[in-house]
Structure formats: structure tokens, C-alpha cells
């Protein structure tokens, strides 16, 4: 039961970071899109760059915040995930001279989004 709730307060987090990316000029291109290696949150475009983002979602920050979640693992996770879907996907790939990797971070009681650029580990 908690996993399911869990993850539909996943899929509310990235509908609302979809919208402020939207809101903010970005162009979506895909939304949880799986592979071998993992799910790739958002995937999005603006400015000619490739941006993959990583949501995540908290309700409080009673037990952290959501910017602890993501430590060196989960970026190259992600780094590795992004790299199987560029090739994957070479027409994409080839429209893009760059690519990064993004972060938006989401406390529900606050209502606070805040969008990490261009993150490396």
C-alpha cells in the first residue's frame, strides 16, 4: 500500500515538474522512459540542449530534504541511463551538439520547486 501511494506522489511530482519546465520554455520530449539501467524522469529541450531531469518529490522535509536523495550513485545512474537512450535513440542524439543532466527538487507543504542545472558529480 505505501509503495503505491509513494508512487503515485512520484508521478504528481513529475507532472508538476513537467509543468514548470513547460512554464519555463522548456520542451518536453518524453516522460519515464525506461531502459536497462533505469527511468529517465523527463527528457526535455531547451536552447539546442538535450536535458535529462531527475525528479524528486517530497511531501515535507521532516526526514530531509529531496536534494539528499540524489548522491554521486544516483547521478551516474542517470548519467549511464541517458547515455543508453542517446544511443538508442540516434536521430535524437544527432540533433543535440549537448547534452545535461538536471535536477528539480519538490517539497509538497512548501510548495517550493527548485531546478539544479547542468549537475555532475
Not at 522512459?33 to 529517465?40: A, D, Q, V
Amino acid at each position: 500500500m505505501a509503495k503505491m501511494f509513494n508512487r503515485l506522489k512520484g508521478k504528481e511530482g513529475e507532472e508538476m515538474a513537467a509543468k514548470w519546465l513547460v512554464d519555463h520554455g522548456y520542451q518536453l520530449i518524453d516522460k519515464n522512459n525506461s531502459t536497462k539501467f533505469g527511468e529517465l524522469d523527463i527528457i526535455a529541450t531547451k536552447n539546442s540542449i538535450l536535458v535529462f531531469v531527475e525528479v524528486k518529490f517530497k511531501q515535507t522535509e521532516d526526514f530531509g530534504t529531496p536534494e539528499e536523495m540524489i548522491g554521486k550513485n544516483k547521478l551516474m545512474q542517470v548519467q549511464r541511463t541517458a547515455e543508453f537512450y542517446l544511443l538508442n535513440n540516434p536521430d535524437i542524439a544527432k540533433s543535440y551538439d549537448k547534452y545535461q543532466i538536471d535536477a528539480i527538487c519538490i517539497v509538497e507543504e512548501t510548495k517550493r520547486i527548485t531546478h539544479y542545472e547542468n549537475i555532475t558529480f
